[in-house]
């Protein structure tokens, strides 16, 4: 597709529920990134792909949280056990593979609500 | 994030100029940038500056960057209505693996 694509663009689950996110990145993209936003809230890094390499997990905030990226495209973001500190809108982002490609192409985000 | 401060409010007639600003504490940063949020959309890149400059204009944008002070500003011209939205300062650093952003400077244009 032309841009960053995420899917659901909201979701909202009761408190203990188990959730996936959805991530397409820009194809040929090798670099893709997670962040939460929380209301009011910069933006909070939580995980970083960038091709093979093992993904820098640095920024999860607890074991509740997972990410994967199947075939170095599609990303998937997994909350088990929501909390209510968990609802944020949760963003996504890619780059290309390239010292001199630092800007980053967001998605339009998913907004989690738990209830 | 902590590491970089912006901001919180900002209001401004139309036609007038904006200026947000942007501290940040780490002298190793290599790209700053500036990004545009507008309501329930992803954020938009408007423009970045590299360390070692400190000035960057783009139509009706000017980035300013004062190393020594870790400042950097956004200045737009004839400000529009339709450049309401969240400004965020960001930084990157020598592997570009993290993005640090402020928090946002939620610019107000009245017409």
């Known amino acids: 597709g032309a841009g960053v694509s995420q899917s659901p663009s909201n979701k909202v689950t009761e408190k203990g529920k188990d959730v996936e996110l959805r991530c397409d990145p820009i194809?040929?993209?090798?670099?893709l990134y997670w962040y939460r936003q929380s209301l009011g809230q910069g933006l909070e890094f939580l995980i970083y792909f960038q091709g093979n390499s093992a993904p820098d997990k640095s920024g999860l905030p607890s074991d509740r949280f997972s990410a994967e990226r199947t075939g170095g495209s599609v990303s998937t973001l997994t909350i088990q056990r929501t909390q209510q500190e968990d609802s944020a809108v949760y963003l996504c982002?890619?780059?290309?593979?390239?010292?001199?490609?630092?800007?980053?192409?967001f998605g339009p985000g998913t907004r989690l609500t738990v209830t | 994030g902590e590491d970089v401060e912006q901001s919180l409010f900002l209001s401004v007639r139309e036609g007038d100029s904006s200026v947000i600003n942007c501290t940040y504490t780490?002298?190793?940063?290599?790209?700053l940038y500036w990004y545009k949020q507008e309501p329930g959309a992803g954020l938009q890149l408007l423009t970045y500056i590299f360390s070692n400059m400190d000035m960057k204009q783009d139509q009706r944008l000017t980035v300013l960057l004062n190393k020594k002070d870790k400042h950097l500003s956004l200045r737009i011209a004839d400000t529009q209505t339709g450049d309401s939205a969240i400004y965020f300062c960001?930084?990157?650093?020598?592997?570009?693996?993290?993005?640090?952003f402020g928090s946002g400077t939620k610019l107000n244009v009245k017409p």
């Open positions: 194809s040929g993209h090798t670099a």
């Open positions: 982002a890619s780059s290309a593979d390239s010292v001199l490609s630092y800007e980053q192409y």
């Open positions: 780490d002298s190793s940063s290599t790209y």
């Open positions: 960001a930084e990157s650093r020598n592997n570009f693996n993290k993005f640090y």
